[in-house]
Every structure is written in C-alpha cells, then in structure tokens.
C-alpha cells in the first residue's frame, strides 16, 4: 500500500514522456509551416489551435466558462421527531432551495493538455444544522450572516465556496490520458455525471451520495479507452492521499490510495455499457498533544498519534442500458472498513465498530416520442452496516417521478418519494415510513 | 400506406424519415407531417447521394473503422498512423451534418444540443470545430493533414482523399453514411 | 456474536479472489465487545474506556468524543459510567490536570501543605497531606488537600500508609 516511491517514480517517468511528445510536436507538426492561408483560413486556425490542442502556443488558451444550478421546492410530509432531528427539512413541504450552482472553468492549453475546474458556491452554512453535540450543546441552524460596510450596513448572507474539482488532464492518446488535481472518484454512473441536468431524479440515490467510494480525491489518475468494433473497453487507475478531513491536501499516514475502474461499452444492441470499480486506503485523523512529563521539565514537547484510523475497500458495480427510449441503470456499491485497534472513531458511549455497508440502486425511465417527458421509478436499498445518523442501521427509498427536458438546456423535475428505515433498536418512533415530494428546476449555462 | 403516398408526391425524400407507424387516419399528425417533409425533409434531397469521411491527401489514412469516427466526433482523441486527428463539423442546421449524426453517431438531429450540454456537464471535451462552409471545410481538410471532415461525394476535390469506413467504400452496399 | 447479513456474505465471497478485510466475528478491540442493539463497540462489562487525557494542541475532528484506547478496570478511586462506557472519578475526587488522574479530595480548599497535615479521609482510606492544584473544568484549578505522593516518605507509615506508584496516593496498607 505503502505507494510513495512508485508514484513519483511514475510521474517523473510521465513528465519525461510529456516534454518529449511536446518536443516532438513544436518542431515536427505545426501544419502552419507548410500550406498557405487565406485570412478567413487563418482565423479558423488560430481557433483550431487554442480549442484542439494542436500547433505551436501563440497565444494565451482561451477559457470557457459554464456550468449549472437548480433550485428545489419540496419536503417531508408527516416527518416523525426522530428523522426531522437528523434533517432540518422538518416538515415543511415549501422549502425554496439553490441546490447547486456550479461553475466550470475549461482550458484547452494546447499540445494534449486541459484544464478544467468546478467550483460550488453554496447558501451554506446559512439554514444548516449544527449538534446536538457531544458537549450538550443543542442542536441549532446556522446563520451566516454579515453586514455589507459598503452599503449601509446591511445584512446579507454568505456562503461557502466547495472546489467539486480541478485537475490537469494530458492526453497523450485515447488510449492514455493523465490527470492530477482534485479528481472526482471514477467509478458508477452518477458520481463523475453528478450534474443536475444530467441526473434523472431531483438527487442522486443515497447509496451515491453517501460516499460508499470516496466523491473525489487528490492525486492522479491513467485513463484510457480502447475501441474495436461496436465494443469499447475503458479503464482508470489512480492514486490518491485517500479519505479524511484534510485530505485535499494532506495524507496524514503517508499511506496513498489506490483505485481503479474497467468497463466495457458496447452499441451492438442499444448503448449498454457495463463496469466494475474498486478502492482501497486508509483514513487517518491526527491529533497532536504535549507530553505531559515534559510540562515538569520546563520545556513541553509534542507528539501525536493517530485518534481515529481504517483501512477500506470498496468495490462498485454498474450497468446503464439505453435502447429504444428505455434508460436501466443500477450500481451496487460495498464498503468494508477495518480500524486499527486504539484507533478507533468514537461514538457516544463507544466507539465505531469494522463495518461492512453496501447499498444498491436500480432506475427504469423511458423517455416518451413527445415533449421529452420521461417518467422514471427508482428503488435503492442502503444497509449502513451499524448504526449510523442517530440509530438508523438502514433505509430503503422509493422514487417515482417525471423529467421532463423543455429545453437542452432546461428540465423540470417532479418526484414523490417513500422511505422506509431500519434500526436494530426496534423503535418505532424511530423506523415510521417517511414521505416526500420534491420538484426541481435545472439548468446548464 | 401513408409513406408511400407522400414518397410519390416526393420520390426524392428518403422512406425512413416517413413516420409510417401510428399516425395514420390522423389528420391533425398528418397535417404535421406535410410539414415535416416539406421543411425538414426536402432539404435533404441534396445529398441523397452517400456523404464520405475526407482527410488530406497528405496524411497516409486509407481505412478508419466507424467505431474510431464516431469517437472522434463525439469528443475523443483518436490518432491514426501516429498522427492526432482534429475533426471539423458542418454546422448543425446543414443537411450533411444531420444525416451524419444520426448515421455516423446515432443520435437524432433535436438531440444533439442537448448531448453536448450534457457532455459538458459531465466536464467531456467540447464538440468538434464547426466550419461555416463546405467549400472552406474542403480546403482546411486539404491543407492540415490530421483534419477529418465529411462531404457529400460529388464534392470531393482532388486535393482531398475519401477514407474507407471498416474497409468499405461508398459504392458498397453496406457502407456506414448511406 | 452477531451473524453476518446474507449480502455481506455473498459480496466477500464474489471478491474472495481480490481479499475481504471484513471480518463479522471480530468487529471490536481486545477487551471490547459489540453492542448488537446500538451496533457500536463498548468495553467488556466491569470495564471502562480508557480515555486518552492528552493535552490537544492540533485536533483532525475536535467535535468528537475524546478517543479511547482500549479498556481497563476502574481504579480505586473510580467509578464505571455505564451511559459513556467510561470510568469516572468518584464525587468526591477531583481529576489532577496533569495526568488526568483522579484523586481523592478531603474537600477542603487550601493553600499549602501545612493546612492539610494529617488530615485523614472520613472512611479512612486516604491521608492527605498535600495541597494540590487542581482542575475542576478546562478553565477553573483550585487547591484541595489530596493524598498525593511520590515516595513513602510522602506518606505517614507511622499510622498505616503507603504511597501506591499508581495512584499517587497514600492508601492504608504495608510497603510492598
């Protein structure tokens, strides 16, 4: 596991590989060299240049700016005390939401490389809960509110800014793509397309949210796809600093992840495309104290260990199966967690048990010959594999609802939602069937 | 049939743009489907003929397969003889351009925007270069070897070279764009 | 112990080739046991957790619990808190800032040794002698008269005490 060295080892073979394709390219293949241009030829290839990546750089690559937001109305109906204290929806069936605003940052920087960026801005903190806490502190919703200096003092409210990713990709052929950044986890079907637009309900099945396989992570990543026929064979293979709370920068038990996924694509009947993904690493949170013999020497010293640790593995499966107007989609995704033996998560009155959750999602829509209205029904299972989000051990959710596509660039969506909890404690207060109803506006810009 | 009554009133329109199934002895549908010939379809009668995939004369491929085309089109990076090619789109209201999405990739001409929203979405490369005019998509594919584009075969030049699709030729019977 | 669910079988039995780092019959640490009800991992009974007293100056998850490690028999001056899985110092002991440990109070504030001379604990179990700072909360010390030693000297063995290394305490007792 310990893959320090090979990674390096890999990425300075890499970079040899770079400068010399990039060599090669400056002097052997600028197509300016050899053919004469109108003005109008001209202008075209200057705009070749900087969107596909060929040529010499003359100028700086243009950026595209774009991306995607929503907004949601919709909630629980009838919610009991127990689920309404793990989600600040409530009861309340109007709540007005901004789910996402996204905005991509896309740069072709010529010779096979790109850059491209994701950032979320959020409403968050503002209408977040925070506790009950560990200390007894009550649970409360946040405000995030501040005064504007510069307009009179008035109130406004801010929010934080989430980076979904930034990676440098090079494409030295379909066959071997590189990126290093902040990379969202290649596996399944709705973490990569996690857009809005894109996905069929107003969210993401929980068995994806809920990370069985990290959303995303830093380090790098081999990609490539090889075609022959109506079959194509795709593969990802990456490293990273793994899971934590600081893992966007730091791999606190120097101990990198690693993962990969392989799928196959085929058009020979309909577009199936089928594939298999696995992770394994270790999480580790660190916690740096004084040596309490050093406070008598009169020169306190520090040291740290490890208070919380794990080793994973996870493994995803997925299928999406698009023919004659029919969309089937499911994945499987499992997740074994091991903790070192003094470094376990604590809980209240404990501390977090190995584990082995996994949970699965099926999808059938089919988009009718009109309008583009796709009526779709969803079922999920997630078995948490102890107790987790104040007691529950599981939760089976069942969507039924309508996308409809008004636009390219426009969906509505509209969807009731029946969920069915579990708990090892047999409290019915706690495992009452829960209903919602959600309708969402999406958008690319 | 209602396909063949409309074809004798048009005998250059295609069948399989004739929505045979379900709309007939209706004449509300039918009503939209005099439209439908009448504007979208008419227009196509220009390239009845088969489009071919073009490249320079100066770049040494004869033979692609349709699984490497439609990946280049649809955003990847496909390279051919050592070579990175660059493919050039007609624009998306030229009838040469509809009939090679639906042929070539398999996806209709109204789903088209609406594939490459989501491709951006999912953070895919951006579609290929669209050229305003065939006569100038001609003369870039002439002149930059690695260009790729698609022409009706009547506009073929001499400065360009028709590449064969999975070893088929545009007069054989099951050639890829016709 | 539990039985592992169906699904988590088949899962590690298709993946046997690659590994399956689950195992449903070894969830907790030595001298833990599963919980099957709240599903969590809490010390064998008569236990509690040891609960690690450091002094944090870099936390990666401040808001939890502090961590444990392992479990152990509650001291002499403890008692088990069977709601947190812990041991807790007696009421009427207080936690020494230092090394966490809990000593016995005579409850009596001070301000050095000499007011807490031979002062002896009502059930007779300690002798205090000392005049101890300690923390009754992560801002607040105060001085007690505590039993706290180092050595035997520390202790009257004129009348029956011992220091005991590992409470640091003077308990009634012959050296050894």
């Known amino acids: 596991m310990r893959l320090t060295h090979h990674s390096l080892i890999f990425v300075a073979l890499l970079t040899v590989g770079i400068q010399q394709s990039v060599f090669a390219f400056d002097h052997d293949e600028d197509p300016s060299n050899e053919i004469e241009l109108s003005s109008e030829e001209a202008a075209i290839l200057r705009e070749l240049e900087r969107e596909g990546g060929f040529g010499k750089v003359r100028d700086i690559p243009l950026l595209d700016i774009y991306g995607f937001a929503d907004v949601l109305v919709g909630g629980f109906i009838g919610m009991n005390d127990h689920v309404a204290s793990q989600n600040n929806f409530g009861e309340r069936i109007t709540n007005v939401m901004l789910g996402n605003l996204n905005m991509y940052l896309d740069a072709n920087l010529t010779h096979g490389f790109r850059f491209l960026g994701e950032i979320r801005f959020h409403t968050a903190p503002t209408a977040t809960s925070e506790g009950p806490n560990f200390d007894g502190t009550a649970d409360h919703f946040v405000h995030s509110t501040s005064w504007d200096a510069v307009d009179g003092n008035t109130p406004f409210s801010f929010g934080y800014i989430e980076i979904e990713r930034a990676y440098l990709e090079y494409v030295y052929a379909n066959w071997l793509k590189v990126k290093i950044g902040i990379l969202l986890t290649p596996y399944g079907v709705w973490n990569v397309d996690h857009g809005s637009p894109v996905i069929i309900p107003t969210r993401r099945p929980f068995v994806v949210a809920s990370e069985l396989i990290p959303e995303r992570q830093t380090g790098l990543e081999v990609s490539g796809l090889l075609s022959a026929g109506t079959l194509r064979i795709g593969y990802h293979a990456y490293t990273s600093n793994g899971r934590g709370s600081v893992s966007t920068a730091l791999d606190l038990d120097d101990n990198l992840a690693v993962g990969g996924r392989l799928y196959i694509d085929t058009t020979a009947l309909g577009r199936l495309r089928v594939g298999g993904s696995f992770y394994s690493g270790t999480t580790a949170e660190e916690r740096v104290n004084v040596v309490p013999e050093s406070l008598q020497t009169g020169s306190p010293e520090l040291s740290s260990y490890f208070s919380i640790r794990n080793h994973e593995l996870a493994f995803g499966a997925d299928l999406v199966w698009k023919i004659a107007g029919f969309h089937l989609q499911a994945e499987l995704l499992s997740r074994q967690v091991v903790y070192d033996n003094d470094a376990r998560a604590p809980t209240l009155g404990g501390s977090t048990p190995d584990y082995h959750a996994w949970g699965a999602y099926g999808l059938l829509a089919y988009e009718l010959p009109f309008w583009h209205l796709r009526p779709f029904f969803l079922a999920e299972h997630n078995d948490f594999g102890r107790a987790d989000f104040g007691g529950l051990s599981g939760m089976t959710i069942f969507f039924i609802g309508l996308n409809i596509r008004v636009l390219p660039v426009v969906v509505f969506k509209a969807q009731y939602l029946h969920v069915k909890l579990s708990s090892n404690t047999g409290s019915s207060s706690v495992t009452d069937p829960q209903n919602g109803f959600e309708m969402q506006c999406s958008w690319a810009f | 049939m209602i396909s063949t009554s409309f074809s004798s009133m048009h005998p250059k329109v295609p069948g399989r743009y004739a929505y045979r199934p379900r709309l007939r002895f209706n004449l509300f549908f039918m009503s939209k489907i005099v439209f439908f010939f009448t504007v979208i379809c008419i227009p196509l009668n220009g390239y009845a003929e088969p489009l071919v995939v073009i490249v320079s004369k100066k770049l040494p491929v004869k033979d692609l397969p349709k699984g490497m085309i439609q990946l280049l089109f649809l955003g990847e990076t496909v390279e051919a003889t050592g070579k990175r090619l660059f493919p050039l789109n007609l624009s998306p209201e030229a009838p040469e351009r509809q009939s090679f999405d639906e042929k070539m990739l398999g996806i209709s001409p109204k789903d088209m925007p609406r594939f490459w929203i989501d491709q951006r979405i999912r953070g895919k490369n951006k579609p290929p270069k669209t050229i305003p005019s065939m006569k100038l998509l001609l003369r870039l594919v002439a002149k930059l070897p690695g260009a790729i584009g698609y022409v009706p075969e009547s506009a073929v030049t001499e400065a360009v070279q028709i590449v064969a699709i999975d070893g088929k030729r545009p007069t054989d019977r099951d050639y890829a764009l016709k | ?156 063995a004129e009348i029956g005490f011992m220091c005991v290394s590992e409470l640091e305490a003077c308990v009634p007792g012959d050296e050894g």
């Open chain 3, 1 to 156: 112990m539990p039985k592992q669910p169906t699904v988590q079988v088949l899962i590690c039995g298709l993946l046997a080739p690659i590994g399956c780092l689950f195992d449903a019959n070894d969830r907790c640490s030595a001298g833990e046991i599963f919980d099957d009800v709240d599903l969590k991992c809490v010390c064998e009974e008569g236990l509690g957790a040891n609960i690690r007293t450091d002094i944090i100056v870099l936390d990666g998850v401040p808001d939890n619990p502090r961590p444990r490690d392992g479990c152990r028999i509650c001291r002499f001056n403890e008692t088990l808190d069977e709601t947190n899985d812990t041991c807790v110092c007696h009421p009427d002991s207080v936690v020494y800032p230092v090394t966490g440990q809990c000593l016995p109070s005579y409850g009596t504030q001070c301000s050095d040794d000499t007011q807490c001379d031979q002062l002896i604990s009502p059930t007779g179990n300690f002798v205090f002698g000392r005049c101890l700072t300690v923390s009754t909360s992560s801002i607040t010390s105060m001085s007690f008269c505590s039993s706290n030693c180092q050595t035997n000297a520390d202790c009257p």
